[in-house]
């Protein structure tokens, strides 16, 4: 027997309460930015302006997803659902390979199964979240080429794991302005990091590189008794303490055995030859007390490295960009100590400490070297080992925008995308704006680029043989950083007006 509803006085107004409750409290606790009923659209990141892709607008079960030229095409069409699902082609859905949890894990897509791996949240923040591993949908390695992959990472709120809903157009090819403006203060790594362009790697030994850092900068054994001091800096992202230094090696000899990482990822720079990087007995420590300057009016040392001094790291497990993964670094070095050995290097190296393949290295190389002609003038150059070759450009030819910085304090930065692209570019650190030394395509047989991630400071990538090989060189290194992605125009603009600020004399 059905009941009659039971009159209330008022009714129509209780109705109409109830229903702004009800709105309210879903428009503060949903935190969808998608339609519950089903929508397609584009799934646009954030950084790159390139959309979610399907590679070939395959079908297959498993084809791994990347970002692309949003091209309003089926592969890029997305449609929510009121179960969680990312439907494309309206029967594959978007799917965390084999229900992984692990950052890294790849974004696939599937037949649609109703699984938890297929479910996903489209968040007012911008990030989607993969709710079976509670992570994000994430662009590789802060990358915006095409072609870079997708997969979940832990969230953190990086450019890089932000998406918005309709077909935007690709970003320029050199972007001018920065994601968001750095904060009070920054130092070179708060910088690129406001930039969505981390660093993953940071190291000097006259200065913090991040605003907050407080840690230590580097090690020094005296030749004494052989025991070691740690150098930190004076206050929280200030400069080292060089008079810790001075009192550790009065009447001594010093040597710096290792360049703290300061962004908390443990890329520590041991030299070559030590117990942490053995098999290398041609390489040393440099003598830490050679170079005193002064850092905005305090006293610091540089790591002055000669022929047979060089420092090495393997960092493919800790966030060193491999493969064709972008990535960006700079230095600040001195055009007054150089020479013409192979090879004063700072950046992305191989794992093996062997001369692999063409493509195996990204780093900075400044000296009097210029293997293939094309450099001006008597040096030294900012230019890019990329193995098998110093480049001035992108080819083994004249460059005329090559230029030499015989400086006493020189900034020099690369950036490479990994697939297509890379520039070079070079400064006085005491004034002035950076100069592109060239911005174009990678060299023949570059693309792509297969990064191992080990990290290389004043040799290059094959050290160390015995008739000393590829640790020849001598430079200076006061500091520098890598970082994971391609590093805007405007990002290194604004690391050099700081170094500039920091007051290098």
Same mark, same amino acid.
């Given at each position: 027997?059905?009941?009659?509803?039971?009159?209330?006085?008022? !009714?129509?107004?209780?109705? %109409?309460?109830?229903?702004?409750? =009800?709105?309210?409290?879903?428009?503060?606790?949903?935190?969808?930015?998608?339609? $519950?009923?089903?929508?397609?659209?584009? =799934?646009?990141?954030?950084?790159?302006? !390139?959309?979610?892709?399907?590679?070939?607008?395959?079908?297959?079960?498993? %084809?791994?997803?990347?970002?692309?030229?949003?091209?309003?095409?089926?592969?890029?069409?997305?449609?929510?659902?009121?179960?969680? *699902?990312?439907?494309?082609?309206?029967?594959?859905?978007?799917?965390?390979?084999?229900?992984?949890?692990?950052?890294?894990?790849?974004?696939?897509?599937?037949?649609?199964?109703?699984?938890n791996n297929q479910?996903? !949240?489209?968040?007012?923040?911008?990030?989607?979240?993969?709710?079976? $591993?509670?992570?994000? =949908?994430?662009?590789?390695g802060y990358g915006t080429a095409n072609g870079t992959r997708v997969h979940i990472w832990t969230c953190h709120g990086g450019?890089?794991?932000?998406?918005?809903?309709?077909?935007?157009?690709?970003?320029?090819?050199?972007?001018?302005?920065?994601?968001?403006?750095?904060?009070?203060?920054?130092?070179p790594c708060d910088i690129y990091g406001a930039g969505g362009t981390p660093c993953i790697a940071a190291h000097s030994t006259t200065r913090a590189?991040?605003?907050?850092?407080?840690?230590?900068?580097?090690?020094? !054994?005296?030749?004494?008794?052989?025991?070691?001091r740690n150098i930190g800096v004076l206050t929280a992202g200030g400069v080292a303490n060089a008079a810790a230094q001075d009192s550790f090696c009065a009447g001594t000899t010093c040597v710096i055995t290792v360049l703290y990482d300061q962004s908390g990822r443990g890329n520590d720079l041991w030299y070559q030859g030590s117990s942490v990087v053995p098999g290398s007995p041609q390489s040393r420590p440099a003598v830490a007390t050679t170079e005193s300057l002064t850092v905005g009016g305090n006293k610091a040392y540089s790591l002055y490295i000669n022929p047979g001094n060089s420092y090495w790291r393997d960092g493919h497990l800790t966030g060193v960009p491999t493969g064709s993964a972008p990535e960006g670094m700079y230095m600040v070095t001195s055009g007054v100590h150089v020479n013409n050995g192979c090879c004063f290097d700072y950046g992305n190296s191989e794992t093996t400490r062997k001369a692999d393949a063409a493509?195996?290295?990204?780093?900075?190389?400044?000296?009097?070297?210029?293997?293939?002609?094309?450099?001006?003038?008597?040096?030294?150059?900012?230019?890019?080992?990329? *193995?098998?070759?110093?480049? @001035?450009?992108?080819?083994?030819?004249?460059? @005329?925008n090559q230029r030499a910085f015989p400086h006493k304090f020189v900034t020099a930065t690369l950036k490479n995308n990994g697939t297509t692209r890379f520039a070079i570019k070079g400064s006085n650190a005491q004034s002035g704006g950076l100069y592109t030394l060239y911005d174009g395509p990678l060299p023949n047989g570059y693309s792509p680029m297969k990064k191992q991630g080990a990290i290389i400071l004043g040799s290059g990538g094959d050290c160390c043989k015995p008739d000393g090989g590829a640790n020849l060189s001598a430079g200076t290194f006061y500091e520098g950083a890598m970082v994971a992605g391609y590093p805007t125009d405007a990002v290194e603009n604004a690391v050099q007006a700081e170094v500039i600020s920091a007051g290098y004399r």
């Open positions: 027997m059905q009941r009659s509803p039971i009159p209330l006085p008022g !009714r129509p107004l209780l109705v %109409a309460a109830v229903v702004v409750v =009800l709105t309210t409290l879903l428009a503060t606790t949903l935190t969808w930015w998608a339609p $519950a009923t089903a929508a397609t659209t584009p =799934l646009v990141g954030t950084a790159s302006g !390139r959309c979610l892709d399907v590679p070939g607008a395959s079908q297959a079960n498993g %084809a791994q997803t990347q970002i692309w030229d949003c091209n309003g095409q089926a592969n890029q069409q997305w449609t929510t659902t009121t179960a969680g *699902e990312l439907r494309v082609y309206g029967n594959k859905c978007l799917d965390v390979n084999a229900a992984g949890t692990a950052d890294g894990t790849s974004v696939i897509i599937w037949d649609c199964n109703g699984q479910k996903w !949240r489209l968040n007012s923040d911008g990030s989607v979240t993969a709710l079976g $591993a509670n992570k994000c =949908l994430d662009v590789s450019a890089n794991q932000k998406w918005s809903t309709g077909a935007q157009p690709s970003p320029s090819p050199t972007p001018t302005t920065s994601p968001s403006p750095p904060p009070p203060g920054a130092r590189l991040f605003n907050a850092y407080a840690g230590n900068l580097y090690q020094v !054994r005296r030749s004494s008794d052989n025991t070691t493509g195996a290295m990204d780093a900075i190389n400044f000296s009097t070297q210029c293997w293939f002609g094309g450099c001006q003038g008597t040096g030294p150059w900012v230019q890019a080992d990329l *193995e098998w070759g110093l480049f @001035p450009g992108g080819s083994q030819s004249w460059n @005329p």
